[in-house]
């Protein structure tokens, strides 16, 4: 530590000193003034009068003092208090004032509002990182097992093989959830560059299509699809997650035999700015109260899909269209069950 260094003025005693100091040089330099000019002696300022001066200007310097403490350092000072608290982990503190002065009730809204999202920011954090931890948790346990399982013996080579596959599929679903996680972060945190290119946005979603067809072809599903020709200029790969993620979800939730439809809609002429994708199935749709949170990270609607994912992939839809200037919907449908998104870009080509 520096011995040399000078402690910090007192904000009090700094307002008073210049108080006392500017009443005084006014004392002096009219006392000079009258004295150079010749004043009468009954006007000139003999020392007592100036010591009697600087008394009354001591008093007024306190009084002075006293009322900018009631109306502006006590509020610094509970404002000063209330962020070393939040300086050290507690986002508790909310203060209110009945200041009349504009800046001290601004400052101490700013103040609660920036402790407010700090403390959901720290619950966010806290939810996330349990989420991760058990997401984790679930496929190590499962490897782990079916990898005791292997060393027993007397197990049959169906039974094996079985395992493994079990373990493959479970290692599947660690990749996939870093790999979510990865890219979440990355766009969370702008560290991501976007390169764009002009390519077909139809032909991009048909890929989608055959790319998941070991997935739809078990459950037999159907597709009733209908997609413009469409030119499209953004980021070919991050778009790539958009419509395999709602193209995996609409195949989880549809039932056995059941039909998707997906619609891309290109601008009319004359309209180039925006274009419409929209898919729908057939499922048992999305209940009422789970509308506002569909979006949020690790949340599931069903856990019976609970082993098909992991919650990350429409937070990765919404969190893509974002950045790329899109938007995402979603309802329920209103002719047959199930549940429509409803995707929106903006047509920069």
Known sequence: MNKNRKAPLNLRVYFTAIVLAEILVSLIVTSVLANLLGAPLNLRVSPSVILLMLLFSTIIGYTVNFFLSRAFFRPITR???????????????????????????????????????????????????????????????????????????????????????????????????VGNILLLSKLDNSAMELPSVSYHLDEQIRLAILLLEEKWTVKNIDFDVELDEAAYYG?????????????????????????????????????????????????????????????????????????EGNGLGLSLVKQILTVSGGTVSVRNCTEHTGCEFIVTLHNNH
């Open 235 to 307: 980021n070919e790969k991050l778009m790539a997650h958009v419509f395999s993620n709602l193209i995996d979800n609409a195949i989880k939730f549809s039932p056995q035999d059941g039909v998707i439809r997906m619609r891309l809609t290109a601008p009319s002429e004359g309209n180039d700015e925006y274009l419409r994708f929209t898919i729908e199935d057939y499922g048992p749709g999305i209940p009422e109260q789970a509308m506002d949170h569909i979006f949020d990270r690790f949340y599931q609607t069903d856990s019976s899909h609970k082993a």
């Open 79 to 177: 404002l000063g208090s209330a962020m070393q608290k939040v300086a050290k982990g507690d986002f508790s503190p909310r203060i209110n004032t009945k200041s009349h002065i504009r800046e001290i009730r601004e400052l101490y809204g700013d103040f609660n509002i920036m402790a407010s999202e700090l403390s959901s920011t720290e619950i966010i954090q806290t939810d996330f990182v349990s989420n991760v931890s058990h997401e984790f948790k679930t496929p190590i346990n499962a490897i782990q097992g079916y990898a005791t399982l292997l060393q027993n013996e007397g197990a049959s080579s169906e039974d094996k093989a079985e395992y493994v596959r079990k373990i493959l599929l479970n290692t599947g679903r660690l990749s996939d959830l």
